[in-house]
């Protein structure tokens, strides 16, 4: 009798629970959010930009996009350019579903937004001005001729110091050309990637001017036109 | 108030004149069973059959609000979820209440199974419980279906893959289901139909019988190792145990049954509200890529089942193991009809049911973190760990980009993130050499894409430079001299190690 009275005053304050339910929050059961309504950063960055451009923005394989440098070389309009289109010939996809990508206009806006917000820093060159971030085009081009044979004198003078011996001589490998854009060379001699130790255009060995970063892109971009790459054979015996 | 008592009393009696009712209920409530079955073993079929009302009060509450149409049918579960007071609670107690059903039910026939309940002569009720726990499977199949959201297109593509492979008719039949060539809001309304109408229906009435035959033969008294069945005299020691040593039904044995239909309540209750409802998850929309669904839990060992199959084995697996594991339910009570019912003595039927739950724990355990599936997000999200770029040269990093642009992650995990369709990476270069890393990439096999068409020279070379630094930071990578001199060919770089 003892045992029947407690279970039954159990079930009873737990069914007064039940009915306490109704006024739990309803964030109870999460909202579901279609995956092109998310307009959050780092959720976005997370889901779609973390594996190639590292958490957090460096670190990853690809460019480091939390370089305040980089942040204060390129402006909206370009970004948004790139993260719409992405850079046909490499492994940066296009994300605009207008492109065949996945996210919406406001979803790239919110991505530029955000790395503007957490990544940007003021002033970062200080009194330098760096080259453009693009090659210039039209009148300005006339000023800055791309001299394949001066882009190779100041890649020694400049590169080949600490982009020597072995492995590190693999900037002029025609491979590793076949896959890097001239922009995205561009981008990395200007801004540099602290990340990983790669200096910007005021390296040690002095500052190189617009017409030398534009050289030096002609000289490493004429190494990838002029070899042809072919596949390795691929032996048959090996074993798996 | 003794006008009021006499008042019911007449209402009572004149309905009972009609009726007739009252002897055969005291009947039913005051029939004698053996001391025995007052046990807490001989619970469950009272708690299965108090979850299926559970399921028609809660069923026919949702069913008041949710619409059953293609167009509407997400929205009418998110109205509940979000406007309706409760409405969440009765959608969670319903998802609940549904998976301790099909749990309650199959423990049901496994303690039937262990305690020879399913002997003469209660061989029909054994076979009418088997088709209970087919409709009960049913009820939950159709109602994952009716949520209308991306796991129910999984489940739902489950079965009709299934179908589908049923020799000859395997169309017709997808079709019949579907109510087209693919899943439609005529799918939608022939489900709603199967789980609201058509199942319920079978379902109560077999439940009757079922409940009618157990009142009829008598519960199964407490198994002794050694008492055999016989058809010549069984029916006379379990008479003689249920009146000379018997106690009435009510409330002898029902008590406890009636406490542990309670709590089981208590508990669907419970993990109602600390759970809260299943879904509905993503729309149903097949342009949604980026999502990984998943059936509801009764079904994840189906799923992780067919994920192990070889290919060779699908078909006639899906098509053979169903019939014959129904076939052997049904012929059971045929086969073993008579003989021993303890479990002392069957040593067999203890060993099958341990067997049976051991590979449906390790299968649905399978299906709850599906290593086969692809992570389709881990090529976008999943970083390269900073310590293979940090320290690598730009070809690496390019291999690196490659690896993700290409999806590699998405079955390959590095650092145990990323897809576990294939091998983790960490340590490939300890096992293959470059050569058979690019022989792998470019011509696939075993369950591994072939990539050869879908990369360039250029990206195979970095793919390769990037694997051959996945290595253990104090072990040595493969390294096959022979093999790297001739393979140093037009230009490409000198050997990487990635370990400067």
Known sequence: ?240 | MPRMKRDAKTVYNWLERRLQIEGPVKDAALHKVPRSTASWWYVFGSAAFTLLLLQVVTGILLALVYSPTAANAWNSLNVLNHQIPLGWFIRALHGWGSNFMVAIVFIHMCQVFLFGAYKFPRELTWIVGVFLLLMTLGMAFTGQVLRFDQDAYWGLGIGVFMMSRVPLIGGALVHFLLGGPNISGATLSRFFTLHVFVIPGLLLSFAMVHVWMVLKLGINEWPMPGRLVRRETYIAIYNRLSHEDGIPFVPGAFWKDLIFSGAIVAAVAVCAMVFGPYGPGGMPNPSIIQTTPKPDFPFLWIFAILAYLPPALETPVILVAPILAIAGLLALPFVAGEGEKSWHRRPIAVLTVSFIAVAWGVFTHLGTYTPWSPHMNAWSSDAIPARYTHSATPLVREGAVVFQAKQCRNCHEIEGVGGQRGPALDDVATRMTPDEMRYKVVTGGGNMPAFGKNLSPAEVEALVAFLETLHPANERPAYDGALRETSTHNGSPPPVTGSK
């Not at chain 1, 923005?57 to 719409?84: C, F, H, K």
């Not at chain 1, 001017?209 to 054979?233: F, G, K």
């Open chain 1, 1 to 240: 009798m003892r045992l029947r009275s407690t279970v039954a005053g159990g079930l009873l304050s737990l069914a007064l629970l039940a009915a306490g339910c109704g006024r739990l929050p309803v964030e109870q059961t999460e909202r579901y959010v279609p995956p092109d309504q998310v307009t959050d950063f780092h959720a976005l960055y997370n889901t779609n930009c973390r594996a190639c451009h590292g958490p957090a923005g460096e670190n990853g394989p690809a460019m480091d996009l939390a370089n305040p440098e980089y942040q204060a070389l390129v402006d909206d309009a370009t970004l948004r350019r790139i993260i719409s289109n992405g850079m046909p010939g490499t492994q940066m996809p296009a994300w605009a579903q207008s492109a065949g990508g996945m996210l919406t206009d406001a979803q790239v806006n919110a991505i530029i937004e955000g790395m503007r917000k957490e990544w940007s820093k003021p002033n970062p060159f200080q009194e330098a001005t760096p080259p453009a971030y693009e090659q210039p085009s039209g009148a300005d081009a006339k000023t800055q001729t791309a001299d394949v044979k001066q882009g190779q004198q100041l890649y020694q003078a400049h590169c080949a110091s600490c982009h020597s011996g072995h492995a590190r001589q693999e900037l002029t490998s025609p491979i590793y050309l076949a896959l890097i854009s001239d922009q995205a060379l561009r981008s990395i001699i200007i801004a540099g990637r602290p990340d990983i130790g790669q200096p910007d255009w005021r390296h040690d060995n002095g500052q190189l001017s617009p017409q030398d970063v534009t050289s030096i892109v002609a000289y490493l971009s004429s190494l990838r036109t002029n070899t042809a790459i072919s596949a390795p054979p691929v032996p048959l015996s090996s074993r798996r």
